[in-house]
Structure formats: structure tokens, C-alpha cells
């Protein structure tokens, strides 16, 4: 297998591409990130925002509240999870590129890497799986993105065989889907709150309990 550092690149337009943010969007959207990890997402409003970004109530209502365009949870979800495939990618192309991939470990320390250094991030990527789970329209989303979360598993897991770290494995498709349930189950039942001690429990177990499903998914010789 090849260490090219653009192993991963592929993935990074098919979402990325769907709304493109402004600059002064995006620095909207990080103050409400990071205002919704106070208070929690259902307690953030435009004057709570605006005046915590010492800005106009006008301009946040003209950036996000047309009626006709994307309202600012909707672009908050698409920025972080752009910024995550961004990062993940980034990290394992390094790991690839410097021979220190090990396999889906190095994937799921990837990952809570991503939350430990973008609290903010995480914590509203946690939220929309939460919201996805009951409101259709994120669902739809949801629905865009969870494959690509699936299909860089998937090669994650390819790249491991060809490096000898797995033997052949059945239904990688299938091994792929129940390895992000269990990485991202354990992430949500942690909160995302890097400085809990059920987040550093969450990640060995997620570690753990992937190592385990993918033993039973390795073909017998």
C-alpha cells in the first residue's frame, strides 16, 4: 500500500462543498460554538450571540436570518463537520507519511484528538447525531455524511490489511458500520467533556471494543 499523503484526499470535497461559508460567517458561527458549549445549544439567541460577539444584532440576522437560506444550526453542523473531516484526514495522511499507522487505533485517537483540541466542535458534532436521531431534516444530513465517516473506516481497515496489521477480514462494509457505532456510541455516552474521566474511559474502550469486532471478521485460513 501506498504512503502517498493524499491517501485520504477524495473525501474531502463531496461534503465540503454543499454551502460555502464567508469569512465573517464563520466567525459568527465559531462564537456560537463556542457560546453553545456554555449554555447549550437551545439557550443560544441572536442578542446572547450578538452581544457576546460585541457585534450588531443586524448582522447576524443578515448572514443567517433570511428565511429563504440556511439558518445558523444548519451551518454550525456543516462547518464542524467539515473542519472534522478536514482534521482527521490531515492526521492520518501525517500518521501514513511518517509510518506510525496503526490501524483503526490510530483512526478512533484521531477522532477524540479532534474533540480534545476543538471542545466546541465536538460538543456540536455530538448534538447533531443527538438531533439527527429525532428531526428529518438533520437527518438528511446525517445521511450525507455518515458514509463518508463509514468509508474512511472502510479504509482504514483496507490499509491495514496491506500492512499486514489485519489478516483478510469478511464484510468489511458491515465491520465498517458497527466499528462507528461503537466509536461514536462510546463518544457520545462520554459527553465529549475532554477534562471528564469517562472520555479517556471512552476512548480505551471504543479502542478496545474495535480491536475485538474486527477479530471476529477476520476469515479463518
Avoid at 139 to 151: G, T
Amino acid at each position: 500500500m501506498s504512503n502517498n499523503i493524499d491517501d485520504f484526499s477524495h473525501y474531502k470535497r463531496k461534503f465540503t462543498e454543499q454551502i460555502i461559508l464567508s469569512e465573517k460567517q464563520i466567525y459568527i458561527i465559531e462564537g456560537y460554538l463556542k457560546l453553545a458549549e456554555k449554555l447549550g445549544v437551545p439557550n443560544v439567541t441572536f442578542q446572547k450571540l450578538a452581544d457576546d460577539l460585541k457585534i450588531s444584532l443586524g448582522s447576524i440576522h443578515y448572514h443567517f436570518g433570511n428565511k429563504d437560506g440556511p439558518n445558523i444550526l444548519d451551518c454550525a453542523i456543516l462547518h464542524v463537520s467539515q473542519e472534522s473531516i478536514k482534521y482527521i484526514n490531515f492526521y492520518l495522511d501525517r500518521a501514513l507519511f511518517q509510518q506510525e499507522f496503526e490501524g483503526i487505533d490510530t483512526y478512533i485517537k484521531i477522532l477524540y484528538n479532534f474533540c480534545r483540541t476543538y471542545p466546541h466542535h465536538g460538543r456540536l458534532w455530538l448534538y447533531f447525531y443527538y438531533l439527527s436521531l429525532f428531526q428529518s431534516k438533520e437527518r438528511e444530513s446525517n445521511q450525507n455524511y455518515i458514509p463518508l465517516m463509514r468509508e474512511r473506516i472502510e479504509q482504514v481497515l483496507t490499509l491495514s490489511i496491506g500492512k499486514g496489521l489485519y489478516g483478510p477480514l469478511s464484510n468489511i462494509q458491515n465491520l465498517s458500520e458497527k466499528l462507528h457505532s461503537v466509536i461514536i456510541g462510546a463518544l457520545i455516552i462520554s459527553g465529549g467533556d475532554k477534562s471528564d474521566p469517562l472520555f479517556e474511559r471512552a476512548q480505551k474502550n471504543a479502542i478496545e471494543n474495535s480491536n475485538a469486532i474486527i477479530k471476529t471478521h477476520e476469515e479463518v485460513k
